[in-house]
């Protein structure tokens, strides 16, 4: 299975201060399509998982644009420009080009 | 609006068997790969089945293979989890979600405790 691995795994963050969540990959995430499928997810407590990023670096509809993906092949990152208070939570990466679909353990970012 | 209701969680003993169902409403249902993903208290998130918009793909993670079965119903815009000989680890809230994790359900609690 494809080992996905974030860091770091807390943080602490200031409001209105950039925050970035790192991913890495144990194989490239390249499909044989050409796409590349890392997508970021961010939970709150008692709520279910939301989609942030899809395929790197597509916002989903609805998302602040103060969010942003980037990366390729095995090494990806998550960028919040200006952290908010909303922002609290849990962010997942996932792999979605190999079986079986995988997450990164999760980062849980607070407010200092 | 998108929205995917599950159902069909609870309490059972070791070895017991539950069937989950997910409603599904606001989109083509028929036209989406659709699956199940898990997440044990406290814990992080683990993608358990996917299944191909007719039925005739089915994926599952090696945990749960030989145990689950995941189904679907497109004339009712429905998403089954068939578990049999559950175990303790099988603990967790699933959700149901349309591949690509764009929607996800509220998720349903199963519970494997004697």
């Known amino acids: 299975d494809v080992v996905m691995t974030q860091s770091p795994l807390s943080l602490p963050v200031t409001l209105g201060q950039p925050a970035s969540i790192s991913c890495r990959s144990s194989?490239?995430?390249?499909?044989?399509?050409?796409?590349?499928?890392l997508n970021w997810f961010h939970q709150r407590p008692g709520q279910s998982p939301r989609r942030l990023i899809y395929?790197?670096?597509n916002r989903d509809s609805g998302v602040p644009d103060r969010f942003s993906g980037s990366g390729s092949g095995t090494d990806f990152t998550l960028q919040i420009s200006r952290v908010e208070a909303e922002d609290v939570g849990v962010y997942y990466c996932?792999?979605?080009?190999?079986?079986?679909?995988?997450f990164g353990q999760g980062t849980k970012l607070e407010i200092k | 609006e998108v929205q995917l209701v599950e159902s069909g969680g609870g309490l059972v003993q070791p070895g017991g068997s539950l069937r989950l169902s997910c409603a599904a409403s606001?989109?083509?249902?028929?036209?989406?790969?659709m699956a199940w993903v898990r997440q044990a208290p406290g814990k992080g998130l683990e993608w358990v089945a996917n299944?191909?918009?007719?039925?005739?793909?089915?994926y599952y993670v090696d945990s749960v293979k030989g145990r689950f079965t995941i189904s679907r119903d497109n004339a009712k815009n429905s998403l089954y989890l068939q578990m049999n000989s559950l175990r303790a680890e099988d603990t967790a809230i699933y959700y149901c979600?349309?591949?690509?994790?764009?929607?996800w359900g509220q998720g349903t609690l199963v519970t494997v405790s004697s």
């Open positions: 979600i349309r591949d690509g994790g764009a929607y």
């Open positions: 606001g989109f083509t249902f028929s036209s989406h790969w």
């Open positions: 299944i191909k918009q007719d039925g005739s793909e089915k």
């Open positions: 194989q490239s995430l390249v499909h044989s399509d050409g796409n590349t499928y």
């Open positions: 395929k790197v670096s």
């Open positions: 996932m792999q979605g080009t190999h079986w079986p679909k995988t």
